[in-house]
Every structure is written in structure tokens, then in C-alpha cells.
């Protein structure tokens, strides 16, 4: 009995160990959701490039879409190029004329600053300009974002743009009709001979140095249009000039201007004619400008005499013409009436 009893609570006792050994290993295991098996698609050569076409033939815009966008493109840039050309003439103008005869700018550096007034109108008034071409009720393109990222697409955008472009700025160039653009040059001038200068000048007029022609010699402040407008009066008054020498005057910032001058037939200039053609060359150096326009009108005039020279000669042919024409029917006539005319009978 003692045996059995003790066997009995030995087998209680390994069951009770085997029991705490198994509680102290155990750990919660986390339940994971079933997995679906993965299933393959493959597509052949095939149908990836039926499939690559399709692609294609949806992204591809059409003739129609094309058209629509070059108008919608080159219509903007007509106003673009219209308006820009516009406030560069113009503007440029208005600084050559007040800024340029001032500060003593070039005509490209007044346009250059009309050009920086035209980016800038550009930049103010480019969405008006959308909006009004907008207001136009052009056709749309209705492309897609695949279709306006497209290389067609992109090509047809930037020739429509220039094409715009070139002939808005085109149109502008019309501006160059309603603008006096010889006030700037005039103004020039009338600013470089100024008050300052006008009594700076002096004329030598020697009759005796040499005996086939007379020698003038003009000294004074260095001043734009001097030597055309001593030459232009001159050749206004008759005179030929034989020789012309320019050099430094004796002052900084002067020069002296010498001129052969002999009469029309040649020699020189008579005695009481030399006083007027310095009392000439004296108010030509004083004024550039009342010069230079008398040179325009002589050669206006004379161009106009010409013309009419040309027509008289053509007139005068005709008359010649119309007379020989009207003898010789004449002659004919009376010819006939002879032949006509039977001999009589004897």
C-alpha cells in the first residue's frame, strides 16, 4: 500500500510540474488572414501593340482641332504684335524728341527705351488682349491633356504664334505714316546751335589770296550739321565750291571750315558779291537748320522742274505726231479724190 501511494503522489507531482512548465511557455498567436493564391496575366506581343495603337489613335488631335488651335494661338499675337510695334514707335518718338534733344541721346537709345515702354504695356494689357480675343468667339479645340501635350500639337501652337506675331508687328509698322520723323533730327539741331553759339562764329570772305577763286573761311564751336550747311548755302546761291578743308580751330571745341569758292562761270566772286556771300555763310552757321531745309527745297524743286520738263517734251512729241499724221491724211485724201475722179473723154 505504502508503494502504491507513493507512486501515486509522485505521478501528481510530475503532472503538476509538466503543467507549470507548459503555462509559462505558452504565448498568444496572432491569427493571419487566409491568403487568396496569386494568379498570372499575360498578354502576348500582340495584343500590347493593338493595345499601344489604340493608345495613340485617342491621344492623336485632329485636322479639324489642329486648325482651331493655330486661331486660338495667332489671333492673341496679332494684337500682341499690333500693340507693341505701336507703343514703341510711338513712345520712342516721344523720347527722341524731348529726352534725346535734351541729354543728347541716338535715335536706338531712344528706341531702345521705346522698346522697354512696349514689354511693359505687354505685361499690363496682355490679359485684356486674351480677354478680347477671347470675346471674339473663336471655335475651341476641345483637346485633352494627352492631345495638347502631343508633339503635333506643340508644333502648330508656336507657328501660329509667329505667324501672329510677324504680321501684327507688321501692321504697326503703319504708325511710321502718322509720325513726323524728321522733328527729332530738327530739334537736334535747333538745340546744338543754340543761343550760345550763335555769335561765337566768324567769316573771313578774301578775295585777294588768289586770283581764279575767292577763299572764305568759317570759325567757331563745333557744331552737328555745320560743314552740310555752310556747303548746302553756297550751292544755293549759285557759287561753286573748287575746294573744301576742315581742321581744329585755335579754341577747344571749335573747328574752321575753309571753301574755295568761284562764281558760276568761274573765276572769282565779284567784289560787290562778296560781302553778301559772307553775310550767307555767317547766318548758315548761325542756323544749320534754315540751311539744310532750303537744300531740301531746292532739290524738291528740282526734281518737280524735271518732271515737268519730261512732260512738256512728251507733249510737244505728241503735238509733232498729231500734225505730221494730219498732212499726210491730207495727202491721202486728195490723192483718192484724183484716182476717183475719171479722166474725160476726148
Do not use: Y
Amino acid at each position: 500500500m505504502l508503494r502504491v501511494t507513493a507512486r501515486r503522489v509522485t505521478a501528481r507531482r510530475i503532472a503538476h510540474a509538466s503543467r507549470s512548465r507548459s503555462s509559462q511557455n505558452w504565448r498568444p498567436q496572432r491569427l493571419s488572414a487566409p491568403q487568396k493564391p496569386r494568379t498570372t496575366k499575360t498578354r502576348s506581343l500582340s495584343e500590347a501593340a493593338a493595345a499601344g495603337s489604340e493608345a495613340e489613335l485617342v491621344q492623336r488631335p485632329s485636322n479639324a482641332q489642329l486648325v482651331n488651335h493655330f486661331w486660338i494661338c495667332a489671333v492673341p499675337m496679332v494684337g500682341f504684335g499690333l500693340m507693341d510695334n505701336t507703343v514703341m514707335i510711338h513712345a520712342g518718338n516721344a523720347i527722341d524728341c524731348t529726352l534725346g534733344v535734351t541729354f543728347g541721346l541716338s535715335t536706338l537709345a531712344a528706341a531702345a527705351c521705346g522698346q522697354i515702354c512696349s514689354d511693359a504695356a505687354g505685361v499690363l494689357f496682355g490679359g485684356t488682349l486674351d480677354g478680347l480675343a477671347k470675346a471674339l468667339g473663336l471655335p475651341r479645340a476641345n483637346l485633352t491633356l494627352p492631345q495638347r501635350r502631343s508633339a503635333a500639337t506643340k508644333r502648330v501652337g508656336i507657328v501660329g504664334s509667329l505667324i501672329g506675331v510677324v504680321f501684327g508687328c507688321s501692321l504697326g509698322l503703319f504708325n511710321l505714316l502718322i509720325v513726323d520723323t524728321t522733328k527729332a533730327s530738327e530739334r537736334k539741331l535747333r538745340h546744338a546751335s543754340s543761343e550760345d553759339h550763335r555769335f561765337a562764329f566768324t567769316v573771313d570772305a578774301d578775295n585777294t589770296s588768289r586770283d581764279d577763286a575767292t577763299v572764305c573761311t568759317v570759325e567757331g564751336p563745333d557744331v552737328a550739321g555745320l560743314l552740310a550747311s555752310l556747303a548746302a548755302a553756297i550751292g544755293n546761291e549759285g557759287f561753286d565750291m573748287v575746294e573744301v578743308r576742315a581742321a581744329a580751330g585755335d579754341a577747344p571745341d571749335t573747328v574752321r571750315d575753309v571753301f574755295v569758292v568761284t562764281a558760276k562761270g568761274g573765276g572769282r566772286v565779284p567784289d560787290d558779291a562778296v560781302d553778301e556771300l559772307a553775310r550767307i555763310l555767317l547766318h548758315a552757321a548761325q542756323d544749320p537748320l534754315h540751311a539744310h531745309k532750303i537744300k531740301t527745297e531746292n532739290a524738291e524743286l528740282q526734281h518737280r522742274l524735271s518732271l515737268s520738263a519730261a512732260r512738256v517734251e512728251h507733249l510737244e512729241d505728241l503735238l509733232d505726231a498729231a500734225a505730221v499724221r494730219a498732212s499726210t491724211g491730207g495727202r491721202l485724201r486728195a490723192v483718192a479724190r484724183r484716182r476717183d475722179t475719171a479722166p474725160p473723154h476726148t
